[in-house]
């Protein structure tokens, strides 16, 4: 009896592989026909042919199948997207139809079950609509344009930083920490109106603890369970750290607002986001709306401003990092002919046209986050003569994109210049000029406060610093972005860890920039906590 009963699951079993091989029966979305597919294996696809670098696989892939093409990854169907022209197509020209967002069992099931899951991750519906409406006042040009302040204090403090670990006149820093800090400081203090000097370091040092961990859980290319749903019974291990991960996360959150709402109460809170919000009276914002946005940009400011500093800082170090620096002193020479760049760049984040080609050039070349957040489609698309049905995932490889070479010419070569006219003004091209912040409808809210982020730091740091090559050639960045890629450690990507040497440029303006910032910040930002 029990060997009989054996036999008959057996064989139900090896009918469904065989059903499922044949006809793909075990699929949320069906086969669509007139797109080229990647050929998998029954229940799970091609998951386990994408090896440790997802982008560089797709990319791969692309050379047989074209820039577009579906992929079944367990019970999921992808459809990746691998081209300059194929991004633009789909994702801002259908932007209306690919506005929402899919819902994932680790990060969205595990992870956010209990504050809910981010703005960029929250698929497409009322609530959506409110938190992004939210945001994009909060993060439009003339609200960031209100932050000035908070960008001067944390730039101050990361050079204050770097200055100490410098020994004050030159010597080798990693500066992957003080950038991460910088950002991090900044997205609190922006959110919740908090200075991070009223938290020791131990606690910080949770903070970012935690969200890189968060990072790893939010990725498309690390949690096999998210696509084959057999394997959860197994994935205890990220399940626990998932859990743990969430009430970590609820306990900082927590304090942070309730620090918040202290300081509104005793009339000592400064202008903030979630301030704003508290004391509008009539928001519609609910509380777990308040949480999804404060979550947010605390995860926004361990996300893709400091990979791109980081990045950015290890280019400099290199031979033709000199040449980029010495153009990009000129041009804020030029720009400023008074000396008084380092005050007036926190209120024209675009004046020096060669620092803005630089920025872009950083987010494109560092395609920090290789894989972007994954798009669902609510209204059929056609493409190319073929069918993507409502309720399709959209996968945008953006390493690939930014990499194309029919768009970028020498594409693996770090060049700002390719942004510039003859003369050195910015080029007015249709399109736009990468995809490092994502594209179309859901593309990143907070874009204007990254670029303001990276403007003020990049001419900062210039002004303050000769970015020179480590003594030993093995601490030197990695600057292909193929090995960079090779293994990416979550959803965003930077290089290994590597050093620079800071020289200063000129002690005795320095001291002076720095002097006069202190003064002008005053009492009110708590600098003599830094």
């Known amino acids: 009896m029990l060997l009989q009963l054996l036999s008959s699951i057996l064989l139900a079993v ?18 669509i026909a007139g797109l080229p597919a990647k050929r998998g294996y029954p229940i799970v696809g091609a998951v386990f042919q994408l090896g440790k670098s997802h982008p560089l696989t797709y990319r791969k892939w692309s050379e047989e199948l074209g820039p577009v093409y579906q992929v079944r990854l367990g019970n999921k169907r992808v459809v ?15 932007m209306r139809a690919n506005i929402s967002r899919p819902e994932s069992y680790t990060f969205h099931k595990l992870l956010s079950s209990k504050d809910g899951p981010t703005i960029g991750t929250t698929p497409w519906g009322v609530s959506a609509r409110r938190k ?8 439009n040009k003339p609200s960031v344009a209100a932050y000035t ?3 001067n204090l944390e730039s101050y403090k990361c050079i204050r930083r770097f200055l100490r670990d410098c020994g004050g006149i030159e010597g080798e820093v990693d500066v992957s920490v003080g950038l991460a800090t910088y950002s991090l400081n900044t997205s609190l203090t922006l959110n919740y109106g908090i200075m991070t000097a009223d938290f020791d370091s131990t606690y910080l040092a949770e903070v970012m603890d935690i969200e890189e961990r968060i990072l790893r859980l939010r990725s498309t290319m690390h949690n096999t369970q998210d696509y084959i749903r057999y394997l959860r019974v197994f994935s205890r291990g990220s399940t626990v750290e998932a859990a743990e ?11 942070f607002l309730k620090k918040l709402k202290q300081e509104i109460d005793d009339g000592t809170d400064m202008p903030c986001i979630a301030g704003n919000i508290l004391k509008d009276k009539e928001s519609k914002i609910t509380d777990a709306d308040l949480r999804s946005i404060c979550l947010t940009m605390v995860s926004a400011g361990f996300d893709t401003v400091p990979a791109n500093l980081i990045s950015c800082f290890g280019h400099l170090s290199h031979s033709y990092g000199q040449t980029i620096q010495k153009r990009a002193l000129e ?13 007036m ?37 056609h493409y190319q003569g073929a069918v993507i049905p409502a309720g399709t995932i959209l996968f945008m490889n953006a390493f690939a994109a930014n990499f194309d070479a029919t768009r970028f010419h020498d594409p693996f070569k770090f060049d700002p210049e390719r942004y510039l006219d003859l003369d050195g003004r910015l080029k007015t091209e249709l399109g736009p000029a990468h995809f490092g912040f994502g594209a179309g409808s859901r593309m990143c809210c907070g874009i ?20 020179l090559p480590p003594v030993d050639p093995k601490d030197m960045m990695v600057n292909d972005p193929v090995e960079i890629f090779a293994q990416p450690e979550n959803m965003t990507t930077k290089p290994p860890p590597f050093k620079v040497r800071l020289q200063v440029r000129d002690a005795e303006k320095l001291d002076r920039w720095l002097r006069e910032t202190k003064e002008g910040l005053g009492e009110t930002w708590s600098v003599g906590h830094d």
């Open 14 to 31: 090896l009918t469904f592989i065989i059903l499922d091989w044949l006809f793909e029966i075990d699929t949320e979305t069906p086969h």
């Open 80 to 94: 990746v997207a691998n081209s300059y022209a194929s991004v633009r197509e789909l994702w801002i020209t259908n």
């Open 132 to 139: 992004r409406r939210a945001a994009s006042t909060a993060l």
């Open 149 to 151: 302040p908070i960008i």
């Open 245 to 255: 991960c969430r009430e970590r996360r609820a306990q900082y959150m927590t304090k």
């Open 331 to 343: 041009a804020i020479d030029s720009a400023y002919p008074d000396g008084d760049a380092w005050e």
């Open 345 to 381: 760049c926190l209120m024209d984040d675009s004046k020096v046209h060669y620092i803005v080609a630089l920025c872009e050039e950083t987010v494109r070349y560092g395609s920090v986050v290789p894989m972007a957040l994954p798009r669902r489609t609510i209204n059929d698309i």
């Open 448 to 467: 204007h406060l990254a670029r303001k982020e990276l403007y003020v730091a990049l001419v900062r740091f210039i002004l303050a610093f000769r970015i």
